[in-house]
């Protein structure tokens, strides 16, 4: 029981994690309707920004905040760069134009870091509750990534500045023509969107060993996630997550691991067949 | 003027007589998930090949061979390696060929080595399977799979008569898989009741659910493992989730100096290695245990990992072939290899000549090691076999 009850916690705090990475794929797919392909490439890029300020002497969570403004800055960048121009254009040019930028995250990073992998090593310090062992850098990454999901509710809900994101979600034109520079909104959007994935990246970076690489698993998984909650929604994606990682969780006790994403990727099917908007409902 | 030029033709025709070349060809894996691994090979291969050259070149039929290398890197990727070792036979018209690291690569390398009845020397490949499909021209540097985690049972059991359960857990490759295959069927051998024998994808990061699993299980021991980063991520969860383990044996992983980033996660953990510097060989031919490993210091300013050593070898082993056969010629090499039986630095080396395993490793024998502490640092330490032990085994670890 106590496996089970394990497996279960362990799945959830994991996938809180998930979903924030999510959220930052759906939270562009659903303002602006770009599928982010640089997405993986982008949460790698955070979990090496996490290892530099860490190298540097930060203490990895004091060093979340400058990861997550450097994530801001170069996601306004790359959206003036490559996505900007090509936006109006047909989905498959930004496509294009987002994986070009994945693949040269990954050229420049392998140039740098090799893909030798790379540990942020500190102290982590284990509980027992009752023979279910926990790590702090769970627990902490966990309500990191909740977190920041309120924060990011807050932002949209509460701020003219998320009204505007919202506005320009709904009905581009109409949002221009009450006066919202619609282009200066899109950029923001995908700078949020970039900050979270980096976020999710640097999160995961404290929990296991990463390399430039590492990103793709995470990108497939955000994948999946935001279609189970239903694409451009951010909750959804969220529970998305929370999904993923309870499947991992607690079908491990039964069944060989191995099978695990067998698993996930048949419920991704059924969800696909049986509710083509996700389990939440499409772009809100 | 003219006669000067005629003269000059001369000396650069009889140079050219004089300075023989043997060209050895390989690939690396330079980038992705083989890179710590093969580069280290790479690095033992390169010292050989300084080692020979600086005494002017193998030695045979008279002759002196200089050695020139020619590598690729095949991003650890089935097809490159496929590609480029086809190239290095046809294009580069490479005289004798070294593996990739790792059984995966090899076993893809192998097929061309074969089809183009090129000599191979496979180091870093300690899968059985390549080598009971009949191939002729495979030779094994690496004791076989069959026997790598044998013997960390043996050492388990004899630290811990009373031990009744192990858990077997390992990465889904070919090398990996069949490694712990054999280490079940061989600790079942021995009355051990083996209660998780699961398999886990190479990409995996996350040990979580494994981990509760073995928890569950009630195991007193863990072996398995996989390569680096899988065995490193492993192992550094299994501390902080406080598996209540008497033993942790991983494969690849815990030999390599790397392994000592992981703090305390790493103390306690064992693994078998194919070589340590602290070994005593006493060798037939080329340099001692003592000697390999200050040129490799010299060169590289660090000590030597097994993959490094097990490069060296590879090199040793084609050299002494060349030099008992007196000659470059292939089929005259190949007859030199089946009948080496030497000792080296990197222990005994003897290849099958059964044709149903024939190249497969006899003579080469694993030692385990251990991380353990001293003096406030970590150290490996040789603990299996006794003989060759330099610190007692610290069991149970938790």
């Not at chain 1, 930060?58 to 996505?83: D, K, M, S």
């Not at chain 2, 390398?109 to 059985?128: L, N, P, R």
């Not at chain 2, 003897?350 to 090691?369: N, R």
Request: overall charge positive.
């Amino acid at each position: 029981m106590v496996e089970i009850l394990s497996s279960v916690m362990d799945g959830l705090l994991i996938g809180l994690v998930y979903g924030l990475a999510a959220i930052g794929l759906t939270l562009i797919f659903g303002v602006m309707d770009v599928v982010n392909l640089a997405h993986g490439a982008i949460i790698a890029l955070g979990m090496f920004f996490l290892y530099l300020f860490f190298g540097a002497g930060l203490h990895p969570y004091l060093a979340l905040l400058p990861v997550a403004v450097l994530g801001f800055i170069f996601g306004v960048i790359v959206y003036q760069i490559a996505v900007r121009k090509i936006i109006s254009g047909p989905p498959l040019m930004s496509l294009l134009a987002t994986f070009a930028v994945s693949m040269i995250i990954i050229g420049v990073g392998t140039a740098l870091w090799s893909t030798s992998p790379y540990n942020i090593n500190f102290k982590v310090t284990t509980y027992n509750f009752f023979g279910y062992t926990v790590t702090s850098a769970r627990l902490v990454s966990a309500v990191a990534a909740v977190l920041v999901t309120f924060g990011l509710y807050y932002f949209l809900y509460r701020t003219v500045l998320g009204k505007a994101v919202r506005a320009v979600a709904n009905n581009r034109e109409a949002a221009e023509l009450m006066g919202i520079p619609s282009q200066q909104i899109l950029a923001i959007t995908f700078g949020i969107g970039t900050m979270l994935a980096m976020l999710s990246g640097a999160l995961i970076a404290t929990l296991f060993p990463f390399t430039i690489l590492s990103g793709g698993v995470y990108e497939l998984k955000s994948f999946v996630a935001s279609v189970l909650g239903g694409l451009g929604n951010p909750t959804g994606a969220l529970f998305g997550g929370i999904i993923l990682g309870l499947i991992e969780g607690s079908v491990a006790p039964f069944i060989q691991v191995s099978w695990t994403n067998v698993i996930e990727f048949v419920i991704f099917v059924g969800i696909l067949l049986f509710f083509p908007t996700g389990l939440f409902g499409g772009r809100k | 003027m003219k006669k000067k030029w005629m003269f000059l033709v001369l000396v650069a025709i009889f140079g050219m007589a004089f300075a023989q070349t043997v060209k050895i060809g390989l690939t690396v894996s330079k980038t992705g998930k083989f890179n710590v691994e093969s580069v280290n090979q790479l690095n033992g291969i390169k010292l050989w090949q300084k080692w020979v050259n600086d005494q002017g070149g193998i030695a045979a039929g008279g002759k002196h061979y200089k050695v020139e290398l020619k590598f690729y890197d095949d991003e650890s990727k089935a097809q490159r390696v496929q590609q480029l070792y086809s190239r290095l036979i046809s294009q580069d018209k490479v005289d004798f060929l070294i593996s990739p690291y790792s059984s995966g690569l090899t076993a893809k390398a192998a097929i061309i080595s074969e089809q183009y009845g090129k000599i191979m020397v496979a180091t870093g490949a300690a899968s059985d399977s390549i080598f009971k499909l009949g191939y002729e021209n495979v030779f094994q540097v690496y004791t076989p799979a069959s026997r790598y985690l044998t013997s960390t049972v043996d050492m388990i059991k004899a630290a811990d008569p009373s031990l009744k359960k192990i858990a077997v857990v390992y990465e889904d490759s070919k090398f990996a898989k069949a490694v712990a295959t054999a280490a079940r069927d061989y600790a079942k051998k021995l009355g051990l009741d083996v209660a998780i024998f699961e398999g886990y994808p190479p990409s995996t990061t996350d040990f979580g659910p494994l981990i509760n699993k073995i928890k569950a299980s009630g195991a007193g021991a863990l072996i398995g493992g996989g390569h680096y980063s899988d065995g490193a991520t492993f192992a550094r969860q299994l501390y902080e989730q406080k598996a209540p383990l008497k033993m942790i044996a991983l494969l690849v992983a815990p030999a390599s100096d790397e392994f000592a980033q992981l703090g305390d996660a790493a103390l306690g953990v064992a693994a078998p290695s194919q070589w340590e510097p602290l070994v005593k060989y006493t060798q037939s031919c080329g340099p001692s245990p003592q000697q390999f490993t200050e040129m490799y210091e010299k060169a590289y300013g660090k000590e030597p990992a097994y993959r490094a050593a097990g490069g060296f070898a590879a090199g040793l082993i084609l050299q002494k072939a060349i030099m008992d056969a007196g000659s470059v010629d292939a089929a005259k090499v190949r007859a030199a290899l089946d009948n080496l039986d030497i000792t080296i630095f990197f222990g005994k080396i003897k290849f099958s000549t059964d044709p149903a395993s024939h190249g497969l490793q006899l003579g080469h024998e694993m030692v385990q090691i251990q991380w353990q502490k001293k003096d406030g640092k970590l150290v490996k330490e040789i603990v299996w076999p006794l003989a060759a032990k330099t610190a007692k085994l610290i069991y149970p670890i938790h």
